[in-house]
T-cell receptor, first 112, second 114 residues
């Protein structure tokens, strides 16, 4: 499969724990996006990388959230001190120079 | 920031009929408008997109129209089939700064009745 991949696909964690998700974009895509989707809603933008540079962050992204894209390849999204409100599907998308993103399958986070 | 409104939230059509989903956006600087299809439990899939220098784009049974003056854009699906049943999302982006970050509508659940 040469599409966007994400791991893990599901994560259950207790409130207060830290979690980290990984996204592997389509190899020739230099743009990478993280979105969050809750039930019955459209995806909400979290952050954007062009190569290794994090160029935009949503106000939704509290200081408990941090994202990296070392070497401009895969990306990680870490949530510290998880809260129940963090439960959602976390989607990664990658895109070429122009155009919309191609989404990965997502990581479903459940915070108990 | 951008705000995208999408209507209707649910839509049921008979197989073979047409379906139309409408979106409005608030930021006149938005210039790129993709549509995504999301089946239950699956990732959003890009089905068609349109840029602000084009008024209409068609791909087989799917077409998108854009009215920049009114800040409206619509998805038209003709000859609907049961496999078209899914949630459809419109989105808007201002690509001027180089990012294609998207603001999504809340989605339309389309049911095609055989």
């Amino acid at each position: 499969d040469t599409g966007v991949s994400q791991n893990p696909r599901h994560k259950i964690t207790k409130r207060g724990q830290n979690v980290t998700f990984r996204c592997d974009p389509i190899s020739e895509h230099n743009r990478l996006y993280w979105y969050r989707q809750t039930l019955g809603q459209g995806p909400e933008f979290l952050t954007y990388f062009q190569n290794e540079a994090q160029l935009e962050k949503s106000r939704l992204l509290s200081d408990r959230f941090s994202a990296e894209r070392p070497k401009g390849s895969f990306s990680t999204l870490e949530i510290q001190r998880t809260e129940q409100g963090d439960s959602a599907m976390y989607l990664c998308a990658s895109s070429p120079e122009t155009g919309a993103g191609y989404f990965g399958p997502g990581t479903r986070l459940t915070v108990t | 920031g951008e705000n995208v409104e999408q209507h209707p939230s649910t839509l049921s059509v008979q197989e073979g009929d047409s379906a139309v989903i409408k979106c409005t956006y608030s930021d006149s600087a938005s210039n790129y408008f993709p549509w995504y299809k999301q089946e239950l439990g699956k990732r959003p899939q890009l089905i068609i997109d349109i840029r602000s220098n084009v008024g209409e784009k068609k791909d087989q049974r799917i077409a998108v129209t854009l009215n920049k003056t009114a800040k409206h854009f619509s998805l038209h699906i003709t000859e609907t089939q049961p496999e078209d049943s899914a949630v459809y999302f419109c989105a808007a982006s201002n690509s001027g700064a180089g990012s294609y970050q998207l603001t999504f509508g809340k989605g339309t659940k389309l049911s095609v009745i055989p």
